[in-house]
């Protein structure tokens, strides 16, 4: 039966156009103009995409697994206190699988690749709420919960979503109305500018991680005497914060395929090890989440700044509301400009 299904062919990067060109990534390009079914054919079939596809989309379900045991097992819903647990493990189910889909349908067309793009954006930066979410309601150090930077820390959290997705929007396209030429797809800053585009992208990602992990660095790195929740857990949190820098790593410096060009083309460039570490990373913070807010759950219950549907579901639920706006003001020109274009075609 499967030989009877033509896989699409693939291509080399002097045959597709330069938006969907990978730096030091010279073959295994699908067609740009892939239909949907070939993009879900293309899973079958080795590209320089397989791979960041697969590993994503098989740990969302995981995740999810996950996800369904808190509210099955755990009755989460009638219970606050792992409210900041579910709104982390949705959004460990919402960015792999936002991932693997920008990944799987991003050679429909050229806009339909930024918009992809745009979501799989979102979709981390809800992440970066979800961690926050729990970190301020378990990982906080004793001797800095209920303080000012404790209280507010979730509101800023939040504004940092926006920062997030509006400043990666813009390192594909620039400013939606402004910058957008509607008759063409060789926009700034990515296609005219890729080193700037690459920086502010960094950027957008790495400065909600840091602020978000203050604490979480504070705890386990500088903090000494009493007050610092130094327990087994922190093992854990040492793995994952090892794993997220090397993610980083990763994305920034596209190692190993920048020293050899087509040598890594379709199994271990740098995409597809960032997914890996980013999952392994994922992995221990989930542990570290879960055991910090079992072994702490007394006192944090008896000191800790009370857990409520605003400062939990609550934001994560404007972060999703804010993310869907931004993504909305940098999507509507491209469908705009595409659905003008196929009214001159008809």
């Given at each position: 039966?499967?030989?009877?299904?033509?896989?699409?062919?693939?291509?080399?990067?002097?045959?597709?156009?330069?938006?969907?060109?990978?730096?030091?990534?010279?073959?295994?390009?699908?067609?740009?103009?892939?239909?949907?079914?070939?993009?879900v054919l293309?899973?079958?079939?080795?590209?320089?995409?397989?791979l960041?596809?697969?590993?994503?989309?098989?740990p969302?379900?995981?995740?999810?697994?996950?996800?369904?045991?808190?509210?099955?097992?755990?009755?989460?819903?009638?219970?606050?206190?792992?409210?900041?647990?579910l709104?982390?493990?949705?959004?460990?189910?919402?960015?792999?699988?936002?991932?693997?889909?920008?990944?799987?349908?991003?050679?429909?067309?050229?806009?339909?690749r930024?918009i992809?793009?745009?979501?799989?954006?979102?979709?981390?930066?809800?992440?970066?709420?979800?961690?926050?979410?729990?970190?301020s309601?378990?990982i906080?150090?004793?001797?800095?919960?209920?303080?000012?930077?404790?209280?507010?820390?979730?509101?800023?959290?939040?504004?940092?979503?926006?920062?997030?997705?509006?400043?990666?929007?813009?390192?594909?396209?620039?400013?939606?109305?402004?910058?957008?030429?509607?008759?063409?797809?060789?926009?700034?800053?990515e296609?005219?500018?890729?080193?700037?585009?690459?920086?502010?992208?960094?950027?957008?990602?790495?400065?909600p991680?840091?602020?978000?992990?203050?604490?979480?660095?504070?705890?386990?790195?500088?903090?000494?005497?009493?007050?610092?929740t130094?327990?087994?857990?922190?093992?854990?949190?040492y793995?994952?914060i090892?794993?997220?820098?090397?993610?980083?790593?990763?994305?920034?410096?596209?190692?190993?395929e920048?020293?050899?060009?087509?040598?890594?083309?379709?199994?271990?460039?740098?995409?597809?090890?960032?997914?890996?570490?980013?999952?392994?990373?994922?992995?221990?913070?989930?542990?570290?989440?879960e055991?910090?807010?079992?072994?702490?759950?007394?006192?944090?219950?008896?000191?800790?700044?009370a857990?409520?549907?605003?400062?939990?579901?609550?934001?994560?639920?404007?972060?999703?509301?804010?993310?869907?706006?931004?993504?909305?003001?940098?999507?509507?020109?491209?469908?705009?400009?595409?659905?003008?274009?196929?009214?001159?075609?008809?």
């Amino acid at each position: 039966m499967l030989s009877l299904i033509k896989l699409p062919r693939v291509f080399t990067i002097n045959q597709v156009p330069k938006v969907f060109h990978e730096d030091c990534i010279i073959s295994g390009y699908r067609y740009p103009h892939s239909s949907a079914t070939d993009c879900v054919l293309s899973l079958f079939q080795l590209t320089n995409e397989t791979l960041n596809i697969w590993t994503h989309f098989l740990p969302t379900w995981y995740f999810l697994w996950k996800l369904v045991t808190v509210v099955v097992m755990q009755m989460a819903w009638q219970d606050s206190f792992t409210w900041p647990l579910l709104v982390y493990l949705l959004s460990c189910c919402i960015y792999p699988l936002a991932s693997s889909c920008a990944h799987t349908f991003s050679t429909m067309s050229a806009r339909a690749r930024h918009i992809c793009f745009f979501f799989d954006y979102g979709a981390l930066s809800f992440y970066s709420l979800g961690s926050a979410v729990t970190y301020s309601a378990y990982i906080f150090p004793d001797q800095w919960v209920n303080s000012v930077f404790h209280r507010f820390y979730i509101h800023i959290a939040v504004i940092n979503t926006v920062i997030c997705t509006g400043l990666a929007c813009y390192s594909r396209l620039g400013l939606p109305f402004l910058q957008y030429n509607h008759h063409t797809i060789k926009r700034f800053p990515e296609c005219q500018s890729p080193k700037f585009s690459k920086v502010v992208r960094v950027v957008a990602f790495a400065y909600p991680y840091l602020y978000d992990s203050i604490p979480l660095f504070y705890r386990v790195f500088l903090c000494v005497g009493d007050g610092c929740t130094d327990n087994d857990t922190n093992t854990l949190h040492y793995n994952h914060i090892a794993l997220a820098f090397f993610t980083g790593f990763l994305f920034a410096t596209h190692l190993p395929e920048r020293l050899a060009p087509g040598s890594f083309d379709y199994i271990g460039h740098s995409h597809q090890l960032f997914h890996v570490c980013g999952i392994l990373g994922t992995h221990f913070q989930m542990k570290a989440i879960e055991q910090d807010m079992l072994t702490r759950r007394p006192w944090l219950l008896k000191n800790s700044v009370a857990i409520t549907f605003s400062n939990s579901v609550g934001a994560a639920l404007l972060c999703l509301v804010l993310n869907l706006m931004i993504i909305f003001v940098y999507s509507l020109p491209l469908l705009s400009s595409s659905a003008s274009r196929d009214k001159k075609t008809q």
